[in-house]
């Protein structure tokens, strides 16, 4: 359907609005986490592993990606949970480095020299069609449900929170742990996309993309990711490759420009509020109609 | 006074900050149907009691009973889930939030609570909501925000209210008529309350009895008219 090299980019530009989801969930209940990076490469390696040596169909790499990507997003959560602000940005970062060096000591992982030979799904782009719609569709029902509502209030105020009855601690793991299984989707996605992985793609710089992402499309919805994902990964993909080498430089300065112009993204929270207000009223009123 | 079911006791109880103490030895008795006022000057300690309540905030020493019932260590969710509903101090509005979501996070952990029937009676009490409800709650006025606050608190059918300075910065008829409609609710739902008031001349004219707290410690109790004739109270909180 698409040539080679636009499948190539559609499917990461998936990759990247998974990714920006597993962000913003935590984002909503007031951690700014930083782990997103540490679950990607943890389903990209579990997906990897698995298609290299036991050639499992991708749907299994991916089940079985989320499967580790929960339980190794959980683990953290629960020290997570009990930090707020820039201690846990910081210390979710270090999450990145040290399974950076722990791949590099697992020959089995392909070490340094990283990981090849991952079989080749032919419907990959399909596949990450499907993954997507899921993942919004659930996000979305989440993020309007008695659990998103209760995220919302520990972001707003912690204290109030739990005066209304929502256990914070457990909410802020759940919200962690649910953006490990995003990132990790993502991870193993971005495996069969690839088809070769290093210890070192996943760094910094693939952090700083999610986190300029999330912010220049709109941290407070679903729907920033969308529009912000395609439009930058374009930027730094269609660029002449004689700057190519300073994209980092252009997302940081887009990040600080979009921070000082406005500060919620592009999509912003009264714009969605609008959306959802017009449909919702709408239906209540006509619902009223219909009783009368 | 004739013996009508206790709702909450608190016997002995002593907060601390640190080394700092905030309540120290009270004894506060609360019955079924009755309003009560916390009374008590800046820092006297009614936020640290209402709080303690709930388990924000654990005692050091005493004890406290809800429906016959200790509930001094139990988890803040638990309370909650028991029947015991807060205002906080300075409305808590979440103003990002619609007033409708507001109102959902009433309930958040009131099962089998009838959430569209009492929908209906708030908003037959503040039919302002019902217009707004689709509005961000930070957008509301003071005094709208404070209904939404107390719609919020009710609207899981608690046993127990509790209200921290519900008159705070609201003009003097607005206060007027957030209390009788909190009369009209107590007397339609029996509901029982207990409000932290500085503005002492408002919550006694409300209440049935009332308690002073001063510097952490209860100085004065009793019938809400009886203390409003106190020459005590008169001079230090009705400014007379
Ligand atoms: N987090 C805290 N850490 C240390 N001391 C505190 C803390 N919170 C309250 N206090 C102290 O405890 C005492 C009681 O405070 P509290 O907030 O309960 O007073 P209050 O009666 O609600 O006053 P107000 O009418 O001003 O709200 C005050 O001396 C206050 O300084
Ligand atoms: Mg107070």
Redesign the pocket.
Known sequence: MFSTGTTYFLILVIVYILLVWGALIPFRAGLLYNGTVYCMAIGGYVAGFLSKNFDLPFIVCVLAAILVGLILGFIPALGFARTNGIVTAISSMALIFILESVIRNLDFLGGSTGMTGIHKENHLLLWAVILLIIFGVFLYRLNNSRIGRAWEAIQTDPQMAQSLGVNTFWMTVAALTLSSVFSATAGAVYAFNMRVLYPGTFSFTFLLNIMTMLFVGGRYTQWGAIISCPLLWSISVFMPTSIQKLSNYIYAVILILILMLRPEGIVTRRMTNKVKNFFTAKLSRRRQGAKA | MEQTEMMLKISDLSVY??P?C?LKKVDLEVRKGEIVALL??????????VNTIIGLLHAKRGKIEFMGRDITRQKTETTIQSGISVVP?GRGMLANMTVMENLQLGVYRHKGVDFNKNLEMIFEYFPILKERQWQAAGTLSGGEQQMLAISRAIVGEPKLLLMD?LSLALSPAYVDIIFKALIKLRNEKGFTILL?E?NAKKALQYSDRGYV?DL?ETVLEGDARELMGNPYVQTAYLGA
């Open positions: 900050y640190g700092i905030a008590g000057s800046n820092g006297a300690g009614k936020s640290t009691l101090e300075e932290a500085q707290l952490g």
